[in-house]
């Protein structure tokens, strides 16, 4: 895949095979167990509205990983390089390193929603 050639990465292929049946879109279960979040919607891979937009908003996560979601706040769920799912809380501009690792991986962010 091209785009994972140019974020330096191999991207979850339980995430790839969601991005390719989905395109992104609003799950009906919103909330992650075991902390406040909740999921506004996922980040399509490309989309006319640029913020729902992976490809056009990465640029600006890059140094934390892939947005792959975002909370109804503006906050962004961020897939690391080492596949683990963070939170990037946007009023310190940063990884939240106080929510610590939301999933250990796209599969178990999905089984963390209710």
């Known amino acids: 895949m091209e785009f994972q050639d140019k974020l330096g990465f191999k991207v979850d292929t339980d995430y790839v095979d969601f991005l390719l ?3 992104g879109g609003v799950p009906s279960k919103v909330r992650i167990k075991g902390n406040k979040i909740v999921i ?16 056009d908003i990465y640029p600006d996560f890059q140094q ?10 503006g906050d962004s769920i961020i897939l690391s390089s080492d596949g683990k799912v963070r939170f990037f809380n946007h009023n310190i501009d940063s990884i939240d390193e106080e929510v610590g ?13 209710y």
């Open 21 to 23: 049946r989905n395109n």
């Open 40 to 55: 506004d919607h996922f980040l399509s891979f490309k989309s006319d509205y640029k913020l729902n937009s992976l490809i």
């Open 64 to 73: 934390y990983g892939l947005p792959i979601a975002e909370t109804p706040s």
């Open 101 to 113: 690792v939301v999933a250990n991986n796209f599969l178990e962010l999905l089984e963390k929603l």
